[in-house]
């Protein structure tokens, strides 16, 4: 009786062995899944990182953009305005047709520049908004 129970608790023995073996190869592919899933993401994290550090940097350059853009487009509407109030000042004394002519193509030609700066500026604000 004695080599029976022996023989019953050396099998119950070799199956918790054999269970506690499987359940640790489960742990280990497990904890390897884990481990590559965390480098994934630690790489996916870094590459995220530089988007963003690439976006600020086209941000702030978009930002000067339009800032030379608007400083552009005061100084032209500053120019009209002077040309227009030279052309109302001058109107009184006279001026000949040439001269009367190249003070509104050159209003005219400021006025077309200004727009292209405009629609340059609303360009750059659609693409920003995708």
């Known amino acids: 009786m004695n080599d029976t129970s022996t023989e019953s608790n050396r099998n119950n023995f070799e199956r918790l062995k054999e269970s506690q073996q499987q359940a640790l190869e489960r742990l280990y592919r497990k904890t390897e899944d884990f481990v590559n899933s965390y480098k994934e993401i630690k790489e996916e994290n870094t590459n995220l990182k530089e988007n963003i550090r690439d976006l600020n940097s086209k941000i702030t350059e978009l930002k000067l953009q339009l800032s030379k853009i608007n400083t552009d487009t005061v100084l032209k509407d500053k120019e009209i305005s002077d040309l227009k109030n030279l052309l109302l000042n001058t109107s ?7 001269d ?8 005219q030609e400021l006025i077309s520049r200004i727009d292209v700066h405009l629609e340059q500026y609303d360009d750059d604000k659609k693409e920003l908004d995708y």
Not at 92 to 98: A, G, I, P, R
Request: hydrophobic residues 25%; without cysteine.
């Open 100 to 107: 009367k002519q190249h003070l509104k193509s050159r209003i």
């Open 92 to 98: 009184n004394n006279k001026l000949s047709v040439q």
